[in-house]
C-alpha cells in the first residue's frame, strides 16, 4: 500500500469521529504528487471530527521540503508548519468549489493527499530564495 492509499479516508466506516491518523510523507509522495516540491520529509496528523454527514478534518503538517531556489534553481530546504482544515460532505455528486468537498455517498471516500499537498504548497512563502552569501 503507498502513501496515496494511505490518505483514502473511508466515510461510511463508523466510528471515524474522534480518529486520528498519523502519516509519513517523504519524497514517493512528492513524486507521485509531480508538483513543484521536488523531495521532504513531512510529518502530517489528520483529526476527523465528524457529525452526521459533514466530515472536518484538521491537518497539521511540519517537516521540511526541498524546492528550487528561484535565483539559482539549485536545491533549497525549507522548514515547513502548516495547520489547515478540511469540511467534507456526502452528498451526490462531487464538487470541491467554496470552502466545503462535497463527495458522493456512492464512492464514500475522501483522499486526501492533494489535499494535504496544497496545503504544505501554500505554507511556503511567495519567493524562495538562498539567503545572501
Not at 59 to 76: A, E, N
Not at 115 to 133: D, K, N, Q, R, W
Request: glycine share 10%; proline share 3%.
Amino acid at each position: 500500500m503507498g502513501i496515496m492509499d494511505t490518505c483514502k479516508i473511508d466515510l461510511m466506516s463508523s466510528g471515524l469521529g474522534g480518529k486520528t491518523f498519523e502519516l509519513e510523507i517523504g519524497d514517493d509522495f512528492f513524486a507521485d504528487i509531480d508538483g513543484l516540491i521536488q523531495r521532504g520529509n513531512i510529518h502530517t496528523t489528520v483529526v476527523c471530527l465528524s457529525a452526521g454527514a459533514v466530515f472536518k478534518f484538521q491537518i497539521h503538517s511540519v517537516g521540511t521540503v526541498i524546492v528550487p531556489c528561484d535565483r539559482c534553481l539549485s536545491d533549497l530546504e525549507l522548514r515547513i508548519e502548516t495547520n489547515d482544515e478540511l469540511l467534507v460532505k456526502l452528498g451526490t455528486e462531487y464538487s470541491d468549489e467554496g470552502d466545503c468537498v462535497i463527495v458522493p455517498e456512492t464512492e464514500g471516500y475522501v483522499n486526501l493527499a492533494q489535499f494535504i499537498y496544497e496545503f504544505i504548497a501554500l505554507s511556503m512563502p511567495i519567493t524562495v530564495c538562498h539567503e545572501p552569501g
